[in-house]
């Protein structure tokens, strides 16, 4: 099915970018990883290319590798629409050097940029349309919503950079977070033109403890139908 997916439009990078991260969930590494390294052929202008292999070589334990591609995120020109990635993928980085120190080669990294920074709670949206503007919406435990126009909570959380035309992604992250119920939810204001696969696909990484040897991930996938929509992804205790 999932070949007959990427048939319907070889070069719809938006398209094999489902299939790649479909493939990664059910363990075809192989697959997975050789389609995200044509998407970089596809689209070498964007950092989410780069972004989306590192992360396939650290699922798949290649560590250094991981380290690479997402070190490009941080230090390649990239188009002013998706400042901030930058920031993202070095809290990607350096949480791979704090649970995977052994064996790795990173010193061509800035020194400056290695910092180890473990959170409570760090969540992560993306999603797989170029054109689109999705936001990332997290309520706190008092209430308190997080979001792009009030970036920073008086609990400590703070959310990235506002993405309103490419793919994402979007982090909220905070370092010591309060006990109690976090809601997590994407407004979808829509996209700019239509394509094959429709509407968005969002797809959320949930983490506790994120950067510590106790770290714990969720995944949830979301298709989106209805623009200009508040979906609800989520709702978690800590």
């Not at 969930?25 to 990883?33: P, W």
């Not at 590192?54 to 941080?74: I, M």
């Not at 002013?80 to 070095?90: E, K, N, S, T, Y």
């Not at 703070?158 to 407004?187: L, V």
Request: charged residues 25%.
């Amino acid at each position: 099915v999932l070949s007959n997916i990427a048939e319907l439009d070889l070069d719809n990078h938006s398209l094999l970018r489902i299939v790649a991260q479909r493939l990664l969930q059910l363990g075809e590494k192989k697959l997975a990883i050789s389609l995200f390294h044509y998407l970089i052929e596809l689209r070498p202008e964007e950092p989410q290319s780069y972004r989306d292999l590192g992360l396939a070589f650290e699922k798949t334990g290649q560590y250094n590798e991981a380290l690479r591609y997402l070190y490009k995120v941080v230090t390649e020109p990239y188009d002013g629409r998706f400042d901030g990635i930058q920031v993202i993928a070095l809290n990607e980085i350096n949480n791979i050097i704090a649970n995977h120190p052994r064996n790795l080669k990173y010193d061509y990294i800035d020194k400056a940029f290695i910092q180890k920074m473990p959170v409570d709670i760090r969540i992560v949206l993306n999603w797989d349309s170029d054109d689109t503007d999705v936001d990332l919406w997290v309520t706190e435990p008092d209430g308190e919503k997080c979001m792009y126009s009030y970036p920073l909570t008086a609990n400590g959380g703070r959310i990235s950079n506002d993405f309103t035309q490419g793919y994402g992604p979007e982090e909220y992250m905070i370092r010591n977070a309060k006990k109690g119920s976090y809601r997590i939810q994407a407004h979808y204001y829509g996209d700019h033109r239509p394509t094959v696969n429709g509407k968005a696909t969002l797809s959320v990484q949930l983490y506790k403890q994120y950067g510590t040897t106790m770290q714990y991930k969720r995944e949830i996938t979301r298709r989106l139908n209805v623009t200009n929509d508040v979906v609800d992804l989520g709702e978690f205790e800590f």
